[in-house]
Nanobody, 119 residues
């Protein structure tokens, strides 16, 4: 499975961005595809996940502001981010895995990341 993100950038607080993740390879093995972000800190934080059955899951810090969606049989996964805050800044990674834990992909394949800066 290969993942390529796009759509990051700089925006003012309260603004919006939409990230895209293009998924190639054997997608049938990816029961959950999601987004993580890396802020200054040791670990990547799970943000949102879309499951093979179409259900979705969000971290508490973004629920109600971010929406994850998919098209083309999950070959493209989007993260619509509204009402952005400075604390949403970071590198956003697309991730896909056969297994999920805590609502997010477990030991996933990773994309290269895309920078989001909110000022």
């Amino acid at each position: 499975v290969q993942l390529v993100e796009s759509g990051g950038g700089s925006v003012q607080s309260g603004g919006s961005l939409r990230l895209s993740c293009t998924v190639s390879g054997y997608i049938a093995s990816s029961n959950c595809i999601g987004w993580f972000r890396q802020t200054p800190g040791p670990e990547r934080e799970g943000v949102a996940t879309i499951f093979v059955d179409g259900d979705s899951y969000y971290s508490g810090s973004v629920e109600g502001r971010f929406t994850i969606s998919q098209e083309n049989g999950r070959r493209t996964v989007y993260l619509q981010m509204n009402n952005l805050r400075p604390e949403d800044s970071g590198i956003y990674y697309c991730a896909a895995s056969r297994h999920c834990r805590g609502g997010f992909p477990l030991q996933p394949y990773w994309g290269q990341g895309t920078q989001v800066t909110v000022s």
